[in-house]
DNA sequence: ACAGTGATTGCACGCGTGTGCAATCCTTGG
DNA sequence: CCAAGGATTGCACACGCGTGCAATCACTGT
């Protein structure tokens, strides 16, 4: 059936240690034995098994990657940046997917039952306690897109100073009736982009004049843009949460026939590919994804071969990305 | 360290095959014992490691899945309720991104030395021979968006099928000076898709007035339209391999100020979900991905259960989706 | 030619689990 | 009270691989 180091070393007339071997480039074997093993090894189709050899303790070479809604554009981009690096360290992505509401926790013991030499979490809420007991179980994790203070690795974009730049050019531009479209309340990022906001506004003297909620996806954006929008509080500019609801709330200014950014501003967060289609230009905060992947498996890598010490976080600076929104 | 069944049967004072028993539903075992041996190994932190059960030989329950760009929209999509789908399974899905023009086969290598149960692929060119070797490895494959002639199990759409609505439509608004913008030349779906429309051309006594290739994205099909609408050949319909050159063709057309549908009719393939954002409404074919992903799964379940038999085709019918882009 | 040295090699064990088989236990019927 | 039968249990082996250890080999220097 399947074919075994054992068949290699009966066809090959050598000992199944020197198949071994003869795989482990390390290892110590005569040259020429070597390549006929591996010559014998071709033709019978042979290749060791990496579940069986990653019993025997050298980690399995496999990597969690917890991500929320696939197919939202933001999570797509971050999991195909991921995906290629970590394909690139040599290791394998085993996908576990945590919709926003599910639990984090079976799909990670689903994981660390295969043994995972690491984990990148993007999505679900994971505790401190939970971190911890990924690492007692032997596989460090880097939680990613927010921080989890002194529990975990962590690396995130600076949501603050990212809205900082916001507000900056939104003050620069002489918009005084600023709305805010968040995404779901309880989020990291959601508060620390509110945050950044509020305190920018409240540095210029002004303070937001609507806040919402839009679920981060481009429905929300639009219903609630269109709800702000009919309202009775006159709004000048709508800072989202994220590139989704900014798409939403353009529908929305289109819809109701706003000129943006004439009569109205609209920003989002992250730069998804969509926001640089010229039917939105969106002006907004580009989320430094690649870095992000880098810094992240690098940590990863760095305590998978044993470093030790307290959590790390490292947080990137993001920059504007003017467009014709604002 | 890592905590293993011989440790609980210690500190539960039994055999360690009761504590494999324990975790077997259908293993004869007393219930008052195996209710000990639970509330032993909960408190203990112990998982029944699921490579080492790999071993004896009932399945890793890994699926390998191929797909391309996850980035790009239409594979996101897919990939999301793909993966969903395999972890209601009970599975996991490995993710092996293969990016157009890099090799399949090394990826595939990669994950059948992990055992993987079965393969879904979406990506990379897979030929008949590389489909047998996999299900002589005991690794059943599923193609997904195109046909393997006799070679394997696949699940794809009409897209004949889907560009004769097309065409019904564009003939019935009065169209005659189409031109099409494709993917990849020589992509099985985008074969078949020019075909459609060819096909359903000349019975209506018209043909093609020019033919691009715009390489599935939003910038390909953006530079692609307006070369075409600023050549010297008239045009009054663009019909796209799929959505994301559509969108980038409604682009151009909104740079030109050709008023859409008004003068010129646009459209797409897949019904991404950016198709129905507001500021493109794009009239498009709707790709059945949640149907043709329980169908892969159907299809794979059903060879990992042993089902024997010549490869079986899976076709599917798309739908028009009118919205107001034609 | 011979001892000494270093490179190869094979044996056997361990990784953590499932499971056939025979031994044991408990239950039940007479 | 005894025997028969079924339910449980533990032993031991298997899965496919890496690797320490001791044995073997080739080779070199004198």
Redesign the pocket.
């Known amino acids: ?2 074919v ?5 070393a009966l066809a090959a ?9 003869a ?2 480039p ?6 020429r ?2 390549a006929h093993i591996l010559a014998v090894a071709e033709s019978l189709g ?8 990653g ?4 980690g399995s070479g496999l990597i969690a990657v917890v991500v929320g809604n696939v197919s939202s554009p933001y999570e797509a981009w971050f999991l195909d940046v991921l995906a290629e690096a970590i394909r690139a360290e040599g290791l394998l992505p085993l996908l576990l997917p945590v919709s926003p509401g599910q639990e984090l926790e079976p799909a990670l013991d689903h994981a660390l039952a295969y043994q995972v030499d690491g984990a990148v979490i993007a999505a679900g809420s994971v505790s401190r306690k939970l971190a911890e007991r990924c690492s007692a179980m032997g596989a460090p994790v880097v939680v990613v897109g927010r921080v989890i203070e002194d529990g975990a690795d962590s690396v995130c974009c600076d949501n603050r100073a990212g809205m900082a730049l916001v507000v900056e050019r939104l003050v620069a531009a002489g918009r005084r009736r600023v709305a805010w479209i968040g995404g779901y309340a309880d989020t990291f990022s959601n508060i620390e982009r509110l945050e950044g906001l509020t305190t920018g506004l409240s540095a210029a003297g002004l303070k937001l004049v609507d806040s919402r909620r839009g679920n981060y996806s481009v429905e929300g954006g639009l219903a609630q843009a269109l709800t702000l929008l009919t309202g009775p509080e006159p709004v000048d500019a709508i800072v989202c949460g994220n590139d989704a609801m900014a798409i939403g709330a353009l529908s929305a200014a289109q819809r109701l026939g706003r000129r943006v950014p004439g009569e109205l501003s609209v920003t989002g967060f992250d730069d998804i590919p969509a926001a640089s289609w010229e039917a939105y230009s969106l002006t907004t905060v580009r989320n430094p994804v690649e870095t992000t992947v880098r810094e992240a498996l690098a940590l990863l890598s760095a305590r998978i071969a044993g470093e030790d010490g307290p959590p790390q976080v490292v947080r990137l600076a993001p920059e504007l990305k003017l467009r014709r929104t604002l």
């Open positions: 059936m399947r075994t180091a054992h068949d290699v007339g050598v000992s199944r240690s020197a198949v071994s071997r795989f482990s390390e290892a110590s074997i005569e040259s034995k070597r042979y290749r060791p098994n990496l579940i069986a050899r019993l025997t303790g050298r």
